[in-house]
């Protein structure tokens, strides 16, 4: 397809979560752990005038709804600033710190002053009826093999609730995740990029984020949003993309859906898993947006701001240089680890262990991957710490590189064993040189006359996973010689 000439345009909003101890107005920790709610509150939500005397068409719509909405509380993970029972507390400063790392590293204006804003959103997910944000950066750009990607601007803003469930008349919602603070970044509009390109632009700016060490990963911490337009239609925004990986496909699928109708609506659509959209509103105006009442405009420290750019973590691009260079890694395996969930750890483990970073970095961006598609093996429940006993262990010389997959795995299986347990019930404890000598000479002595490589393989059906494969072959040359 030929995007050019389709006119396509498109703009990222990207959300990262970041790891701070607290929440953005109020000290609850973010570490949304707490399973069981100690209370249940009820509220109906209505949308009021903007400043402009005019209410937001997508307030309005959701209001035509008529939902009832619950809220499950929680002991240590929400307050009464979530219920909306009592004013926010001061702005948590580690946040800020983290918020404006990222708009720096982003090439952003810091603006002298941040005013907070609430943004009118009565879908239920806040159970104010707002989400407070404020712009922390502006007019940046990142690099783009050469050309200056725009970011428009980088903001601080709480996270919303997320949803537990929801019928007709009614949508339930936790509320340990709200105000947990997140960072958004905007792009300017993305003209004359094919929708592959479009994700490689995500990944950076995701990569930039992760390279403070101060965002969070997994499963809900990422999400972004797509705005997707072509020649003579409307812009629609796309929410939701879970995975970095899907951004080209769900604009693929958003483009093909637009061609396809008469008449392009403005209206705000769902990303699915596959990568299809559903309607969910119609597009939210500028009516929507006004200042918070209860903490006055925050001005920025200049010494603040001069401290933080000294410590600017390492950019990506240095990074990729410094691990082609000094861990000789390839280009492609460089680009996959960077672009990984598993960064950080991979980092730790090679500087902690010592151990091959090719040898870690293929098991983070290849064997988890080949584990999770081929053989259906639920990779997100190991814990950076089994990873670390692990290397530990191949460093060691306790456990072979070739036995790491089904050592992987018999941990998913059992959470609570040790991996050196696993390790010793699989079988594949590391075999000494006499060992392996005695097993060679013995499948020699059995398999007089045939092939080296038959002889190889009835030796590695027993050895597999306990000697290096090139150990084997050396031995088998030698005898036969």
């Known amino acids: 397809m030929d995007y050019k000439k389709l006119g396509l345009k498109c703009g990222l909003e990207i959300h990262r979560q970041l790891d701070t101890k607290s929440k953005l107005f109020c000290g609850c920790t973010t570490k949304m752990m707490e399973k069981k709610p100690v209370l249940i509150i009820k509220r109906k939500q209505h949308p009021v005038l903007s400043e402009l005397s005019e209410i937001d068409v997508a307030a309005q719509y959701e209001y035509l709804k008529d939902k009832t909405f619950h809220y499950q509380v929680f002991n240590n ?105 997140l960072v958004e970044i905007g792009t300017g509009l993305l003209i004359g990029y094919t929708p592959e390109e479009i994700q490689e632009i995500a990944y950076l700016i995701g ?91 925050i001005p920025i420290d200049k010494k603040m701001i001069q401290r933080i750019k000294k410590h600017l973590p390492e950019s990506w691009i240095k990074k990729m240089k410094r691990f082609e260079k000094k861990l000789n890694l390839s280009e492609e395996l460089t680009k996959q680890i960077i672009r990984s969930d598993y960064l950080d750890l991979f980092e730790k483990i090679v ?55 089904e050592v992987l795995k018999y941990k998913v299986e059992h959470p609570d064993e040790p991996v050196i347990v696993g390790v010793k019930k699989l079988g594949l404890e590391v075999i000494s040189d006499d060992e392996l000598m005695r097993i060679v000479k013995e499948v020699i002595k059995k398999n007089k006359g045939q092939l080296e490589g038959k002889i190889i393989g009835f030796i590695m059906s027993r050895v597999r996973g306990r000697v290096k494969s090139e150990n084997v072959v050396r031995i088998v040359k030698r005898l036969l010689k």
Request: net charge positive; aromatic share 4%; proline share 5%.
């Open 77 to 181: 993970e929400s307050c009464l600033v979530e219920t909306d029972s009592e004013p926010i507390h001061p702005l948590n400063q580690e946040a800020l710190e983290i918020a404006l790392q990222i708009a720096l590293l982003m090439n952003c204006r810091i603006p002298e002053e941040l005013h907070i804003m609430r943004k009118n959103l009565i879908d239920g997910s806040d159970v104010s009826g707002f989400q407070r944000t404020l712009i922390v950066g502006l007019n940046g750009y990142i690099e783009y093999y050469g050309k200056k990607v725009k970011i428009t601007h980088v903001a601080l803003e709480e996270d919303a609730a997320s949803i537990v469930g929801e019928d007709e008349k009614n949508k339930t919602y936790k509320l340990n995740r709200l105000g947990v603070p």
């Open 207 to 297: 990569m930039t984020c992760r390279s403070t060490e101060k965002v969070k990963r997994g499963i809900g911490t990422v999400r972004q949003d797509v705005n997707v337009s072509i020649k003579n239609g409307a812009r629609v925004e796309v929410k939701g993309v879970q995975e970095l990986g899907l951004i080209s496909k769900v604009i693929q699928l958003e483009v093909q859906r637009q061609m396809s109708v008469p008449r392009v609506k403005k209206e705000v659509r769902a990303a699915n898993l596959d990568g299809t959209t559903k309607f969910t509103r119609p597009l939210p105006g500028a009516a929507r947006m006004y200042p918070e009442t209860d903490i006055p405009p």
């Open 351 to 405: 500087k902690k262990y010592r151990v091959n970073p090719s040898v870690v970095a293929n098991v983070f961006v290849s064997t988890l991957k080949d584990l999770k598609k081929r053989e259906n093996v639920r990779v997100e429940k190991l814990e950076d710490k089994d990873f670390e006993e692990l290397f530990n262990l191949l460093k060691e010389r306790k456990v072979m590189k070739e036995a790491i997959p």
